[in-house]
């Protein structure tokens, strides 16, 4: 319980860092090519994929970063899983269901992190956008544009590795713009 106390005051010093960045994750998320062009489901699921997509690009950026990057992740990636309880909650779900639930959320999340990072770090977009695209809508992967989000994924990846640590650590955030099919870059 004490250790809690002072986790609360770390993190309100922070929130307004934690906040910024989370609010620049959620802004990529929501630029409605993913929606429009790609094929990701304008539905709850289909928003909790792009921003997690967002999320998992940040995540790689900041891992091996120095000090103080775990905790800022930390605290950025608990941001993301309150407002996810938070949205269910929003939609009606009982109490009693919500653990269940934030369970499978988190187990989603954290696969798709693990095969998004592999296929990052392997330069392999083929694999990022077979990934995704199975992902974001298992039923039907055919309608998700897997090429051009992974094409985007890489190019995000490569973008947020030229932030510097300072920029990412003041809550700098950016992301590039997504280029929908027969649009200049």
């Known amino acids: 319980m004490i250790m809690s106390l002072f ?39 289909g ?3 792009a921003i997690g997509l967002h999320l998992i690009l940040y995540l790689h950026r900041m891992r091996g970063a120095p000090s103080p990057a775990d905790e800022l992740s930390q605290d950025v990636l608990d941001e ?28 989603m999340f954290y696969g798709r992190m693990e095969r998004y990072w592999t296929a990052i ?3 392999d977009a083929a694999a990022l956008g077979e990934a995704v695209a199975k992902n974001v809508a298992p039923e039907t992967p055919e309608t998700i544009d897997g090429k ?3 094409d985007y994924m890489m190019r995000a990846a ?9 920029e990412l650590f003041g809550g700098s ?10 649009a200049s870059a």
Do not use: C, Y
């Open 7 to 45: 986790r609360r005051t770390s993190r309100n010093r922070n929130q307004k860092i934690v906040d910024t960045t989370f609010a620049s994750i959620v802004a990529g998320a929501r630029n409605p090519v993913f929606f429009a062009d790609w094929g990701v489901p304008d539905t709850p699921l």
């Open 47 to 49: 928003r909790f994929e």
């Open 80 to 107: 993301f899983f309150r407002e996810v309880d938070h949205s269910i909650r929003e939609l009606g779900v009982g109490d009693p269901s919500v653990p269940k639930r934030m369970k499978k959320l988190a187990r």
């Open 121 to 123: 770090d392997a330069k």
């Open 148 to 150: 051009a989000i992974s």
């Open 158 to 166: 490569d973008h947020l590795a030229a932030i510097s640590d300072d």
């Open 173 to 182: 955030v950016r992301f590039p713009e997504p280029v929908a099919e027969g």
